[in-house]
């Protein structure tokens, strides 16, 4: 089993690194946006967590858009995003390993714009209590992209 994991969106790696320098450091945001999607056992700790839902619609493979194939969805987004295409390279003093294709990388634990905090969903109709939802809203986890 590989140790190493690279990360897609629309066709292109836009990052890969070792398993555990990925977890602990992911420089993409499409890398931070998944990271926050994943289910996390512990109530306590999911409450602490901050989800990212991304906006827009994921674009067509086949007309990709120009620059950065992130930029529309992208909360850090910046105009020469929309003109140049990254290039899958190691930033921030990362060694050759860990690449990521972004021209504003995230820096150690910094955080994306998240989600709103949990809501509260009735389920009384349903014959049952009322009961918090952990997490948030499952409904737009940012796993519907390729
Ligand atoms: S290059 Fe720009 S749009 Fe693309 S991921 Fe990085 S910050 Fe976001």
Redesign the pocket.
Known sequence: MSDRVAVMYLGQI?EVAGRDDLYSRPR???TKALQSAIPVPDPDEADRRTRTVLGGDVPSPIDPPR?????PR?????T???EEM?VLEPRLGDSFGHRV?????LADREELPGAPPPKVTNVASLGGPAVPMRGGDHSAIPWDTP
């Open positions: 836009v993409h945001p499409y620059g950065c194939r992130f930029h992208c909360p850090k987004a910046q020469r995003c929309a990254p294709a972004c021209h504003f990388p």
